[in-house]
């Protein structure tokens, strides 16, 4: 499973104005590993679609 987040409010959260986009892979439920390098800036307002159509080029939804 991928997933990109961004939830500056929670204690575990990310804010990626800060951060930079990322995402993280988990196998059986567990995290294993981020990615940082491969995405480019990406204004909040609009990484949600950006993470979207990255997750169906990449065949990761």
Known sequence: MA???HD???PYGHDIEE????MD???Q?????IVRSKF???PVN???RYCIEYSKQNALG
């Not at 951060?19 to 990322?22: F, I, Q, S, V």
């Not at 439920?29 to 590993?33: E, V």
């Open 3 to 5: 997933r990109f987040d």
């Open 8 to 10: 500056p409010q929670s």
């Open 19 to 22: 951060e930079g986009l990322h």
């Open 25 to 27: 892979l988990y196998k």
């Open 29 to 33: 439920g567990q995290k294993y590993r």
């Open 40 to 42: 480019p800036y990406v």
């Open 46 to 48: 609009h990484a949600p």
